[in-house]
């Protein structure tokens, strides 16, 4: 089952040794440069470098990097891998740049694994957050044969079926991938991979369809198939009751290794098993002669209810040198050294049972209580995953997976092929994936009968060849395959309402062209597609003289990249000039239609280049006095511009809204971004407040931030109502610099109380690696068929998508130069 290079570290490791130095004496990580580091690489070696972009080489040393966890626990990872016959090295790009690996922001750091000079795995950032995830992903990736990942019960019986006499399986549930749980398992695989089959899921429905109620916590079951000859006949399980830990973990495996029942005839005080190395107690059924079948029996029924938690021997009374109380049926003897053994009268298993159990809960309680004393200290991380919670608490919830179509290596090529399709590319593993899934479903529910547009998902898990041959480098991606066109990627935030309405948006192509006046006004009023309305509140029109051929590409370029986020059309026939006279405007223009103001505007285009179009079409889909959420944030920060909040407890009183939208007409708000938060629908408003005023303020409560220029925080006096002269001149006072402030933010850079928790370095550094491109359109990906024929890179190169705010604007990457959000 093993890799034949990773076989020679498992002679001679002992599991406990390989804990024990854990905390022996690290050595240095070594650092070298790209051409240094390759050059080491051997055949068939495990190698996990981190490439990063750092002052000039020097001696190793420890560090801190925001991608991955601080030095003083990356030094002990290094050295626990190596452990494990892993090579780990820091690859240092400023001296030479190896464009494939290294990134090219400084502050960026990123790790693959190799084996021999071939990449395995690339590892983002917020895979390997601690410890236990870079130990587990990077045994995980290498022990691919030793571990089968199974997401459901057909899969878990296939296996157990192909192993009934030949080998026992160990099956376990982890809640999530890269816990400590998960490292645990990862570690008694890399010890018992070759003798044992692993099974790994983390997917309750699978744990609760064995038997399991409690599912809150990771279980791990060994399978007794081996003994099994009957193949219509179960395998026997025996559940490990204590947590998943990898001194539990070895324990546990050492006494499925060790013999059901054992046979002795000399004084218990005397006898030393496996059982009591291991700090298990041991119970002895004494038997007689004349009774020997009948307690054998006994014992084996026993061993087998405590398997795993004791050791059970048979002591033959008649051959015993030593004296026993004449009725004592049962023996007992605690794992501690120098305690007496305890003769008891036990005529019942279950009370055999309950004895043991009883005493094993007692010491075990004790230790994890010596435990948690040694690990009370300030460098314990407490990590916390909200997707993987979030999935975690809707584990129950049943999803009606039926209406979406599930597709595989079989069924892909030709069910995207012979209809209008969208499929959603995730893993079953993965927290995000399976939080999105509940969300694509949620679409399915929302489009059941109204839609021409087939729901389909692939478990890139199973099918992973065919993520490969789609392009699919991370989880979850969504793509729509149209006949006739060339798939286009869903870039928008991954949640019913914006994949609905991107959907729903592509039922047509934009641009569309309207060939008439009256068509266009019907365009423009909303009534030529009404049903679609709801999903774009603004319609674009552009207006083109049949002559400017160049200016008619480029907007029609503009509104593919466009398609799915806001609906544009074009118009250019001879007799546009009467269209653009009645809105006041010059051709090249664009109309856009605000339907919930019924009203439009006119906005000459100066530039008709594809760039400029998105950029002046997204600057004008901002609103002009927006409810500012965690989705919305980013995208009115990068205007650059100091920001008016007016904070509410709910929604704001109507006259505020007329107060603003009177300053904006006026044009006395051009130099700041006006907007209000509701604190009902964005909690985090609060804890803004309490950086502020340090106690929550009366509300509502209308405040400047200048977050680009100072960090200055100023109030508006409580004590004055909210009205136009009022706001105005106070905005007065603040731009003569007469007005104080109440706080000013600090200088330092934000950082979250975990680096693995960075989202927003992730975001940026995604975004800095987006060029423009000459061909705008971006979105576009190849032909399917043509997809098949190309050759791709290995299959494990697939990535975990980083779980972030993501919003259509992102499409502007094809055409605009980087900007910091």
Request: with cysteine; proline share 5%; net charge negative.
């Amino acid at each position: 089952m093993m890799f034949s290079s990773f076989s020679v570290f498992r002679i001679g490791v002992s599991f406990v040794l390989m804990c024990v130095l854990t905390k022996a004496t690290v050595v240095p990580v070594p650092e070298l440069s790209p051409q240094r580091y390759f050059s080491t690489l051997q055949p068939g070696k495990a190698s996990l470098a981190y490439f990063c972009q750092d002052a000039p080489m020097h001696k190793p040393r420890e560090r801190k990097h925001p991608d991955f966890p601080n030095l003083t626990s990356c030094t002990f990872i290094f050295n626990l891998i190596s452990i494990q016959g892993i090579l780990v090295s820091y690859v240092n790009c400023v001296q030479e740049e190896t464009a494939k690996y290294c990134g090219k922001e400084k502050d960026l750091m990123k790790a693959y694994l190799f084996r021999g000079n071939i990449l395995l795995r690339e590892f983002p950032p917020d895979t390997l957050f601690d410890v236990n995830a870079v130990v587990a992903h990077v045994l995980f990736a290498l022990l691919f044969n030793e571990v089968k990942y199974i997401a459901t019960l057909e899969d878990l019986q296939n296996i157990e079926n192909a192993l009934k006499g030949k080998a026992n399986i160990v099956f376990a549930y982890v809640k999530a991938i890269g816990t400590s749980e998960h490292r645990a398992v990862m570690e008694a695989a890399f010890v018992y991979g070759t003798t044992y089959q692993f099974v790994l899921t983390t997917e309750f429905a699978l744990l609760e369809s064995i038997g399991t109620e409690d599912i809150e916590y990771a279980h791990l079951y060994f399978f007794h198939c081996k003994p099994v000859l009957d193949f219509t006949q179960e395998c026997r399980k025996t559940l490990m009751e204590q947590s998943l830990t990898t001194l539990n973990i070895h324990r546990f495996m050492k006494t499925m290794e060790a013999p059901l029942l054992t046979e002795v005839a000399e004084d218990p005080q005397q006898v030393s098993t496996i059982h009591l190395q291991l700090g298990l107690p041991l119970v002895f059924i004494v038997s007689q002669q004349v009774t020997y079948a009948a307690d054998r029996r006994t014992a084996e029924w026993v061993a087998w209810r405590l398997l795993g938690k004791a050791g059970v021997l048979l002591l033959l009374r008649d051959s015993l040198e030593v004296n026993i109380p004449q009725h004592t049926n049962v023996i007992f003897k605690r794992a501690e050294e120098g305690m007496q053994v305890e003769y008891l009268v036990l005529h019942d298993v279950d009370l055999i049972i309950s004895h043991v159990e009883n005493n094993v809960h007692t010491e075990e309680t004790q230790e994890e209580e010596e435990e948690d004393d040694e690990l009370e200290g300030p460098d314990i991380d407490i990590q916390d995953d909200e997707v993987a919670e979030s999935v975690y608490r809707d584990r129950k919830r049943r999803l009606p997976l039926e209406l979406t179509v599930e597709l595989t290596e079989e069924t892909f090529s030709r069910t995207v092929m012979a209809s209008d399709s969208i499929v959603l590319f995730y893993a079953s593993w993965e927290a995000v994936s399976m939080a999105f899934l509940q969300s694509y479903v949620e679409v399915a529910v929302q489009l059941k009968g109204t839609s021409n547009m087939l729901l389909c998902r692939i478990n890139c898990g199973d099918w992973s060849d065919i993520c490969t041959k789609q392009n699919v480098t991370e989880f979850p991606v969504i793509k729509m395959y149209k006949e006739g066109e060339n798939p286009v990627s869903y870039v928008g935030m991954l949640g019913t309402e914006d994949l609905l309405k991107f959907i729903q948006l592509n039922r047509i192509s934009c641009p569309v062209t309207i060939t008439s006046i009256q068509e266009a006004e019907e365009y423009l009023r909303g009534k030529l597609y009404e049903e679609l309305i709801s999903y774009s509140r603004v319609s674009i029109l552009g207006i083109f003289s049949p002559t400017m051929i160049t200016a008619i590409e480029n907007f029609t370029k503009a509104g593919n990249s466009l398609r799915g986020y806001v609906l544009t059309g074009i118009y250019s026939e001879e007799d546009v000039l009467l269209l653009s006279d009645k809105y006041a405007t010059t051709v090249p223009a664009l109309l856009l239609a605000r339907h919930e103001e019924r009203h439009t505007v006119s906005m000459p285009l100066s530039s008709t280049s594809a760039q400029d179009i998105v950029q002046i079409i997204t600057d004008a889909l901002l609103e002009t006095f927006p409810e500012i959420t965690v989705e919305n944030l980013p995208t009115y920060l990068r205007l650059q511009k100091p920001l008016l909040i007016l904070f509410s407890d709910g929604s704001i009183n109507h006259k505020y809204k007329e107060v603003m939208a009177a300053l904006i007409k006026q044009k006395h708000l051009d130099s700041l971004t006006p907007c209000w938060l509701n604190l009902k629908n964005t909690p985090a408003g609060r804890g803004i407040l309490q950086v502020y005023f340090d106690l929550l303020p009366p509300l509502p409560l209308l405040v400047l931030v200048n977050l680009h220029s100072g960090g200055q925080v100023f109030a508006f006096p409580s004590d004055q109502s909210i009205t136009e002269q009022n706001l105005l001149l106070w905005l007065k006072k603040f731009e003569a610099g007469l007005e104080r402030h109440i706080r000013v933010l600090s200088a330092a850079e934000w950082k979250p109380p975990l680096p693995a928790y960075d989202f927003l370095s992730m975001i940026d550094a995604e975004t800095s690696q987006h060029a423009p491109r000459k061909d705008p359109e971006c979105m576009k990906e190849t032909d399917v068929q043509e997809n098949y024929k190309e050759q791709h890179e290995d299959t494990s190169k697939v990535t975990i998508k980083h779980l972030r705010n993501r919003n259509w604007f992102e499409v502007e990457k094809a055409f605009l130069p980087d900007k910091e959000l």
